[in-house]
C-alpha cells in the first residue's frame, strides 16, 4: 500500500504512456506581432500614400486582422495622416537648418513659404465658394414652376393630346402662342 501511495504523491504528473504531462499552455503557431516604432512609421507612410489595409498589410508580412489590432489608431485617422507626417517632415527639417545645415534651412523657409502662399489662394477660393451666384430676384412661384419644369422621364408632363378629324387626318390646332 505505502508504494502505490508514494506513486500517487510524486510531484510531476504523468500521461497514460508514462511521459511527463506539463500543465503550461502551449503557445501555438507563430508569436505575437510587436508593434515597433519602425512599422508604425512606416504605415504612416503607406496609409498617407494612399494605399489600402490589404497592400500595408501585405507589404509588412502581416494579415489584415492584425493590422487593424496593433495599428488601429492610424487606420482610423487615415486622413490625418498625410498633414501629420509633413508636420514630422517639416519639424525635422527646421531642426536641421537650425542646427546648421543651409541647405536644410533655405529648403525649409521656401517651404514656409509655399505654405503661407497656399493658405492665401485656400482662404481665397473659401471665400469666393461662400458667396452666392449673382442672380436676380425669382418669386417662389417662378422657382416652382422651374423645378416642375425640370422634371423629366416617369413623371414628366405629358404632352397635350392631338385632336383627329373623322376622316383620319389631324387638324391643326391654334394654341393662341
Known amino acids: 500500500m505505502g508504494l502505490i501511495w508514494r506513486f500517487f504523491l510524486l510531484a510531476q504528473d504523468f500521461d497514460l504512456f508514462g511521459n511527463p504531462f506539463d500543465f503550461a499552455p502551449r503557445k ?3 508569436p505575437e506581432h510587436e508593434p515597433t516604432e519602425e512599422n508604425i512609421i512606416n504605415i504612416m507612410v503607406l496609409l498617407a500614400s ?3 489595409n490589404r497592400e500595408v498589410a501585405k507589404t509588412l508580412g502581416i494579415s489584415v486582422p ?3 489590432k496593433h495599428y488601429l489608431h492610424l487606420t482610423r485617422n487615415r486622413d490625418v495622416l498625410l498633414s501629420r507626417l509633413r508636420t514630422k517632415l517639416r519639424t525635422a527639417q ?3 537648418g537650425l542646427a546648421g545645415n543651409a541647405a536644410a534651412l533655405s529648403a525649409s523657409l521656401r517651404m514656409l513659404d509655399s505654405v503661407s502662399a497656399e493658405r492665401v489662394s ?6 469666393a465658394a461662400n458667396q452666392p451666384a449673382a442672380r436676380g430676384y425669382v ?3 417662378d422657382q416652382r414652376l422651374e423645378s416642375a419644369q425640370a422634371i423629366g422621364g416617369k413623371y414628366a408632363v405629358p404632352a397635350a393630346p392631338r385632336l383627329v378629324a373623322s376622316n383620319g387626318q389631324a ?3 391654334d394654341d393662341g402662342e
Not at 485656400?122 to 471665400?127: A, F, P, T, V
Open 139 to 141: 418669386s417662389k412661384k
Open 94 to 96: 527646421i531642426q536641421q
Open 66 to 68: 492584425t493590422l487593424r
Open 171 to 173: 387638324v391643326a390646332v
Open 122 to 127: 485656400r482662404d481665397l477660393q473659401g471665400k
Open 28 to 30: 501555438a503557431g507563430r
Open 50 to 52: 494612399g494605399m489600402t
